[in-house]
Each structure stands twice: as structure tokens, then as C-alpha cells.
């Protein structure tokens, strides 16, 4: 017997879902117990704890697949090797449950005894994607072959690593969990890791239980890779020349661009002197973020940063007693590669999308951020670009961090159906209307399942939309009702009309359940929210629509090119309203870089390519023209800016999509690429090329003009189909070089390498 296609993808996701669960269940059980120190010492903030354990085994064995959990980071030897910097993550999966990491000690243990050393920085504080367990732990278990699992006990012992300690104010704003970091060399305990270390003197670890012991709770395998360390880097400009002190001692070591970094130097000096380290965006957005201090032992002495800080330049204020040897950095971030690509012949476009994708990987890492430095809270109004940029942009292990992002989104949602971000919610409890409608429709939870091709969170997400959506009603007038929520947020800037962007972003709450519906083969519930959007059509219309513009029953001001352009991407407005729209947004400038996306997206989609690239490279001028290599959270910096003018903020980056989308022209027809359409709207362009790393394999466009002509060519991945829309104008083609023929309304060309050629006359 065989199955409609659609009831075998309905049925394929029920199946996946089901064995998700079940191995997520069979994986939960541990042996191994958390221990902790003393009460006193395990619930002090922003501690640093050292934990030391022995164990024998008899062979080194072929796999050990290894287990382990803290609040809230940790660092691994086994047997003096580093094995895991920088390990863990925010805490958070669901209320009260805390992420565990996965690695095999294999090629790290030996026959006889090994020694397990690890470095666990506790922050003790609630931070917007952040939850406080309120204890230090540790729990840590490792499956041998023999069946044996050696894990944490009474055996192992904990101390406070001496020579971690808090710096003095000011410390990092509220928002984030991260302390500044103290380290006084001359307290340090150099060779602890190592299997010769004495730790006689130090207390015998308490047992405080196995999992799902509290206060940690349940356990949730980390969903993320480790991250991806780069190294250790030169700067480049001390390749020429040695560095040199302001009147400040400050050092200022510029960085090739905007990243994760952990600062390193050499000096000589005295003891007792204090280094400072932190980066120029130290206050990027206002408040202060995270800085290093260092208290120096006599002689010479090596120091890496432990703790990440993002920057275009580190800054170093040394003693002038102080000598430098040498000064360098790591990098690390997200474990993913910059695979996608844009290339056209306006050299302001292309440097638009390096800075945006520059601007999206320093946002990656626990969690999607808004900004590095500020907060690296997930608001979703970031998460809602960022997801949509990484499949223009990232290899496919970013998909991970979307589908972690969507999952915590749902396990966060409230009993009375709320949802609300930033989550994890350490010390952020409110509601944003606008931006949950955003999270699950069209461009959030839609883009990714379908864009990705992962068909089983469908069924996983549905019962929280359904959930979500009924908190909405519906007035006599036939609008969707506001909801103040805990923060009624539209956008930043002046002349919001919140009552269009409430009714853009239902709708596209709509269009996302709806075609949700459609994958998982549930005609008749997509049928019902079909109606549903058809009313809301005609009573916007009706409503909203007085000849020259949309605006709410409510607005008084000009016209709001955010509602407007929202109008368009939501299928709100009519084409009948298109050329008057289009003198709205031609006119008004009054959206943010975060609806910018839409408003720009609504003139491409609109027919409008030439206004939208010009509009897209006016907006974003001055941001081209600086030295930093991300965008702004505004239009401007600091007080020039919006919410404290950060310089790096995800929301920004929507150019990246919208130039690989539609002006290089792919995008997906099907689940994961497998069918997808090659459009190029190149506007006033010349040429336009696109790689695209979809799951079906990466898919190549480059769209060039050739006096009258339009040549195509395309790489399909095998497995997947491309469409290509005939241009209007353009009624021939030649396929690889055949003979020219009358070309059909779309080409289908199946997996390999082709060159169209469409003309406006057999030739």
C-alpha cells in the first residue's frame, strides 16, 4: 500500500517525533551523582571551584563516551590535556532544567591511573538567557566498554581556585549572567590539572544526588556543537611593529574584524601590578559589559582571558613598570563555516552583505543575541532575521541554534499560553506581542522548518502556536485586537503605527500555522485559518485603507512606512494599492534597521527593485562608510542610535537575505531546498551571484547581462529540481548551448550544471 505524499510526510514526522522523544528519555538516566563543596563556598557568586577525581582502568579503552553538567562553565583536562574550553551552556533548556555536554575521553585516557581535573566558574546571577540554579555543582559520568561508568563521588575533592576573585564596580549591567574576571597570579596553582598535583588538603566532594537532583534538576543534552577555536592569532598590525602606550599605558590592539576573543600577553614585571583588559565596545550600547583584571606575579608571565569579550580593538592598560613581550588573542565562536556567498557589480551591496554576515556570527554562540556586548539576550525580533539569514549565509550545523532557540521558546510558554522572550528567563518575565506573533509565523518558525527541511518540529511547535493564537480575538470591526502584553514594543524611532504592525504580524501568524497545517497534512485546520485571513484582509482594507496609504482607525500622524511595508509581506494589501504604497515608502523613513527588512522585502516583492536597492544603500551609507566591520542597532552610534546604539546587532543584518533571496533570486520551493526557484531581480544590476549551502546540498545562481540577453547559470545538487521563471521580457532561451526555442513559462532543470541563455528574438 502507498501513501499520498503528503500523509508521508505527515506520518515521517510523527515518527521521527516519537523516537525523539524516546531516546531523549532512554538518555536521561545517570548513574553518577552532582557534587558540590560546602553551602558557603558552592552559593558564592562568581566563584571559580577546582575539581579533582582518580580513576583506574585496565586498558585505554576504544570509546568512552562521557557525560557532564555545571552551573554555569567549565574547562577539562584529563591527564593534564586540555579536553573542553569553555564548556556548557546557559542555563535553561525549560524552567529549572539545566544543559549537559557530550565528549569521548577516549584518546585521553590511558591504562592505570588518570587524572580528571576540572575548572568550574560559577556565576550565581540571573542574566536575560540565563538562569541561577543558585548552587555550584558538578556531575560528570563516562561509559567504559567493560560497562563499568566511573563518574563523580565522594572520591573527588573541590576547592576555590585562589586566584580567581571580583573585580570592583563597575561590574556588568544587570542583563548579563557573566562577571568580570579577577586573577591574581602570584595566588595561582600552576600545575592543579596535572596528575602530579598534591590535593590532599583540599575537602572531599558532597554528594548532593543524582539527576534530576535539584537545584539543577532535569538535564537536556546540549543541542549545539563546542565551539570553534581559531587558535591562537597574532594582531596583525604588531607583525610590522611593537606595540606602544598612549599617555594611559593603554594599549589598543586593533582586531582584523569584530569577534569572540580571548586577549593573551607575555610580560615581564614585578609583583602586585594590575593589567586591565577589555575591548572598545566594553559600554557598546551604554552600560558597561565584561573586562579582565590581572594582578601580576614577579618575572615572566603568559595570560589568556578565560572568559570570551567581543571587539573590533583590545585594549590593554599596563603598569609602566611593566614589559611587553608579546601580546595576541584566541578566537572562538559558533562551529559553523561561512559557506555562503554574494557577489554582484555594486560594490556598496557586496560589503553590505559581508558586514552582515559578520554582524550575524558574532551573535551566535550559547544563544542567538541581540548584541555581544550589551545583553546577548535572544530577544526574537533577532532571532526572526538571524534564522533566515544562516541559510544564505552558514553551513548547516547552524541549523542547531534555530531549532534550540525554538524549542526553549516553547518550553518557556506559560500556562495561560503566553510565550515571551528573552528565554532562558532569568530575570525577564515579559511579553512583547508583536514579536512572539514574528516568532511563530511566516519569517520564524515557518522559515526554518521549511527552509531546513526539518519537518519533525512541525508537530512539536503546533500545540504552543494553537496555544498562543487563542489568546488573540478578534473586534466587531474585523481587526485583530492589540495586546499590550508585558512591553508594547513595535519598533524604535518616532511615528509608529502599532495598530498596522499588529495586524501585519497576525497575519503572518497565520500564514505560518496555516502552511504548517498544509505539512503536516491537516487540509481542513489550514482551510479554517484560510478563512480566517480572508476576513482579515477585507476588514484591513476596509479599515485602513483611505486612498493614499494604510494607517490604523487610531493614527494621526503621516502614514508609517513599517505598516505599510508590513502590509505588503503579511498579503494584506491588495496589488490594486501598490503604487501608492510605494510613494509611502519612497517618502517616510521612519523604520529602524529591524523593520527596515520588511520594508525593503516589500518593495522588491512589489516590483519596485530599483527603489528598494537605493533605498537600501541610503539607509545603510553611513554604516558602510565607518572602519567597523558589523552594523548598527540604529541608524547611528550611541546617542545617534536606538536602545543605547550598539554597533553590532543581529536585527540588522536583513540585507543578506533579501540580496540572496530575491535580487541573486533562490529560494526554496519545497522542504529543504529539494525544489527551489531561481528569480533574479536584478533591478539596476549588471550581474548578481549567489552560493546557497541548503540541506540538498550547496546550490550556485550567477545571473549576468549580456547586451539584450540574460544568461543563467545554475548548479543543481543532485537529488533537487530548479525552477526558473521565464523573464517577461525575454520570450527565447537556449539551454547549454542548444539551439534557441520559445522558452516555456517555467524551466525545470534537474540535478547538474546549466547555462540559460533568454533573448527577446530567436537568434
Known sequence: MSLPRSSSIALLILLTTILG?????????????????????????????????????????????????????????????LVIREGGLKRGPRPQATYYDEVDLAPYLTRGENTLAVLVWFWGRHGFSHVDSGRAGLVLETQLPDGRILGTDTSWRIAPHPAFGSTGEPHPNYRLSEANVHFDARKDLPAWPTAGFDDSAWPSAIVVGPPPAAPWHDLVARPIPQWRDYGVLAFPEFATR????????????????????????????????????????????????????????????????????????????????????????????????????????????????????????????????????????????????????????????????????????????????????????????????????????????????????DLALAAEVMPAIERYLTLWQIGEDGLVEPRAGGWTWGDWGEEKDLGLLYQGWYALALIGQRDLYHLLDRPEAAAQVDQQLIALRTAFHFNCW?????????????????????????????????????????????????????????????????????????????????????????????????????INHAWSGGPLTLLSRYIAGVAPLAPGFARFEVAPRLGPLNSAAVVVPSAAGRITAATQRDGDDLVIDVVVPPGTEAEIPRPAHLPNVQVNATAPQTAPERIVLSAGEWSLRFSPSLH
Open 546 to 646: 483611505d486612498g493614499t496609504a494604510y494607517r490604523s482607525p487610531d493614527h494621526t500622524g503621516a502614514p508609517d512606512d513599517r505598516g505599510n511595508g508590513l502590509a505588503v509581506v503579511a498579503t494584506l494589501a491588495p496589488s490594486s494599492t501598490y503604487s501608492k504604497i510605494r510613494d509611502v515608502l519612497r517618502e517616510r523613513r521612519q523604520s529602524s534597521p529591524y523593520m527596515e527588512k520588511y520594508v525593503l522585502e516589500a518593495l522588491i516583492r512589489m516590483g519596485f527593485v530599483d527603489d528598494a536597492l537605493a533605498r537600501m544603500k541610503s539607509r545603510y551609507a553611513a554604516m558602510l562608510a565607518d572602519d567597523y566591520t558589523t552594523l548598527y542597532e540604529g541608524w547611528g552610534i550611541g546617542a545617534e542610535g536606538f536602545g543605547g546604539g550598539t
Open 21 to 81: 522523544f524516546a531516546r531523549a528519555e532512554n538518555n536521561n538516566v545517570w548513574s553518577a551523582s552532582w557534587i558540590s563543596p560546602a553551602p558557603e563556598i558552592a552559593t558564592q557568586p562568581n566563584s571559580w571551584l577546582v575539581f579533582r577525581g582518580t580513576w583506574s582502568i585496565d586498558s585505554q579503552p576504544a570509546a568512552a563516551p562521557t557525560r557532564i553538567a555545571v552551573d554555569s562553565k567549565y574547562w577539562l583536562w584529563v591527564n593534564g590535556q
Open 242 to 453: 611593537a606595540p606602544t602606550r598612549d599617555a594611559n599605558g593603554i594599549v589598543r590592539a586593533r582586531l582584523p574584524y569584530n569577534a569572540h576573543v580571548h586577549p593573551i600577553f607575555t610580560i615581564a614585571a614585578p609583583a602586585g601590578l594590575t593589567v586591565d583588559i577589555r575591548t572598545d565596545h566594553y559600554r557598546g550600547g551604554g552600560p558597561p559589559n565584561v573586562r579582565t583584571e590581572y594582578v601580576t606575579r614577579a618575572g615572566v608571565q603568559t595570560f589568556e582571558c578565560p572568559a570570551w569579550m567581543n571587539g573590533h580593538t583590545v585594549e590593554f592598560r599596563f603598569p609602566p613598570e611593566v614589559t611587553i613581550l608579546d601580546l595576541a588573542y584566541r578566537e572562538t565562536g559558533y562551529d559553523t563555516d561561512f559557506v555562503g556567498s554574494f557577489a554582484c557589480d555594486d560594490p556598496l551591496l557586496n560589503q553590505l552583505w559581508q558586514e552582515s554576515i559578520r554582524t550575524l556570527y558574532v551573535t551566535l554562540r550559547d544563544n542567538y543575541m541581540d548584541c555581544p556586548d550589551r545583553e546577548r539576550a535572544q530577544w526574537w525580533g533577532d532571532v526572526v532575521i538571524e534564522l533566515g539569514q544562516t541559510f544564505y549565509a552558514l553551513d548547516r550545523r547552524s541549523d542547531a541554534i534555530t531549532r534550540k532557540a525554538i524549542r526553549e521558546l516553547i518550553h518557556w510558554q506559560r500556562e495561560d499560553g503566553t510565550l515571551y522572550s528573552p528565554v532562558p528567563a532569568g530575570n525577564w518575565d515579559k511579553e512583547l506581542p508583536t514579536q512572539m506573533l514574528a516568532s511563530i509565523g511566516h519569517y520564524g518558525f515557518w522559515t526554518y522548518i521549511h527552509d531546513s527541511g
